[in-house]
């Protein structure tokens, strides 16, 4: 008897501190967010933007614990190009089957699987999905009043995305691109 009523005083306090705990979930803000990328070749580079489809931050209290994030492949904007300058020409290269085959992938996610408190922000390990291909990233993110940002280093190839890539074709000479694409990412929730 006594086991059972020790059991259920546990119990109790377990489920009551839980209780307690103030887990939310923050919606970013698709529309004041901005994903903005950069592809660099051997003789330049070019810069644009990306839209976030949805995404919510998980905080207990005010500590990050989880993140889930849809970007909007559809939506590759080139932005050093003016329209009529090959602006449209890369933008449909970008969607086609030789980069990011938006026809078939419109959507890339990243889900947050471990999220560590450091220096004023947080080291933050995901798992990235791009064209059907989920791969491990991991990046520091710093969060302040209602806006987080990060910078992210993604190499495309590990995605199948080789199309110009010095690491897979040879003598490809000065129409070689960098694996690598970077990301500048601002969330506000």
């Known amino acids: 008897m006594k086991t059972a009523v020790k059991s ?10 839980t209780a307690f705990t103030n887990n ?35 905080m ?28 449209e020409k890369l933008e449909g290269h970008l969607k086609s089957e030789d980069f990011f085959g938006t026809d078939n992938h419109p959507t890339a996610t990243l889900v947050f699987t471990s999220v560590k408190a450091m220096n004023g922000g947080y080291k933050v390990t995901g798992n990235m999905t791009i064209k059907e291909t989920t791969e491990p990233i991991t990046f520091d993110l710093k969060m302040e009043d ?9 190499d495309r190839t590990k995605y199948g ?8 074709f040879d003598n490809l000479g000065d129409n070689t691109i960098s694996d690598n694409f970077d990301l500048n990412v601002t969330l506000k929730f």
């Open 8 to 17: 259920i005083l546990i119990l109790a306090v377990a489920v009551g501190a």
């Open 24 to 58: 939310t979930m923050k919606k970013i803000s698709v529309s004041e967010s901005t994903i903005e990328w950069t592809g660099k070749k051997v003789l330049g580079s070019h810069t644009g933007t990306i839209n976030l489809k949805e995404g919510s931050l998980e």
């Open 60 to 87: 207990e209290g005010s500590t990050l614990t989880g993140g889930m994030f849809v970007v909007d492949m559809t939506s590759i904007n080139v932005t050093d190009l003016k329209a009529g300058e090959g602006k």
């Open 146 to 154: 209602n806006q987080a940002t990060t910078s992210l280093k993604i």
């Open 161 to 168: 995305v080789r199309y110009g890539s010095g690491s897979f």
